[in-house]
């Protein structure tokens, strides 16, 4: 873990933009591979849904039609959906650092 947060604030910066830009990964090959991708999409989802409920928690929701049980479950339900489709787009990042993680795990373990 030590080794993700050295490269995360090592990082590579891209031309004048001051971005971190990390190595590229190429895509998975092997089942592994695959299955670790997939884990790591999974947890930036989650973690991004999670950020986004954190972040309509003070938003008040008055009105005739606001507030209830329901609007809190299908609240919750966006905030899934758009976590998924945030990560399927590119996310924050964390994906790519994650399942670098899980491959080097991998190649420890092995």
Not at 37 to 57: G, H, P, T, Y
């Amino acid at each position: 873990m030590d080794n993700l947060v050295s490269q995360l604030q090592a990082g590579y910066l891209a031309g004048n933009k001051n971005q971190i830009k990390p190595e590229p990964i190429g895509e998975p090959k092997t089942a592994k591979e695959l299955s670790a991708k997939r884990a790591a999409d999974e947890f930036e989802a989650i973690f991004i849904s999670q950020m986004l409920k954190s972040m309509s928690v003070g938003v008040k929701t008055d009105g005739m039609f606001g507030g209830g049980q329901s609007e809190a479950i299908y609240k919750d339900l966006m905030n899934e959906e758009l976590g998924k489709v945030m990560t399927s787009k590119g996310g924050i990042g964390m994906s790519d650092a994650i399942y670098r993680e899980i491959l080097k795990n991998q190649e420890v373990n092995n």
